[in-house]
Nanobody, 117 residues
Framework: QVQLVESGGGLVQPGGSLKLSCAAS????????MGWYRQAPGKRRELVAS???????NYADSVKGRFTMSRDNPKNTVSLQMNSLLPEDTAVYYC???????????WGQGTQVTVSS
């Protein structure tokens, strides 16, 4: 079992920055691929960024060059630095943990990000 708790969401103006954090507990953190997903009203949940156990990152085309994901295995945390935010980045952002050794998959409760002037 893995418990995930997101923090760092909020209201920001277009062009601004936010940093999301996800704290994991309950299992061996470095056995999980971590991801950030988002879901806007009326839309499907989509992958924003992911990071492997060794730190290789992958980004959705819509956020490349603006968002940076990182992980700190000793601290059991992942972060998503979001720069140059756009109104279309508005969504609930979810932290995800997917085991590399099984089909186990876990979600956090989500944190709201609103980009508006």
């Amino acid at each position: 079992q893995v418990q995930l708790v997101e923090s760092g969401g909020g209201l920001v103006q277009p062009g601004g920055s936010l940093k999301l954090s996800c704290a994991a507990s309950g299992s061996i953190f470095n056995r999980y691929v971590m991801g950030w997903y988002r879901q806007a009203p009326g839309k499907r949940r989509e992958l924003v960024a992911s990071i492997t156990t060794r730190g290789t990152t992958n980004y959705a085309d819509s956020v490349k060059g603006r968002f940076t994901m990182s992980r700190d295995n000793p601290k059991n945390t992942v972060s998503l630095q979001m720069n140059s935010l756009l109104p279309e980045d508005t969504a609930v952002y979810y932290c995800n943990a997917h085991s590399v050794r099984s089909t186990s998959n876990y979600w956090g409760q989500g944190t709201q990000v609103t980009v508006s002037s």
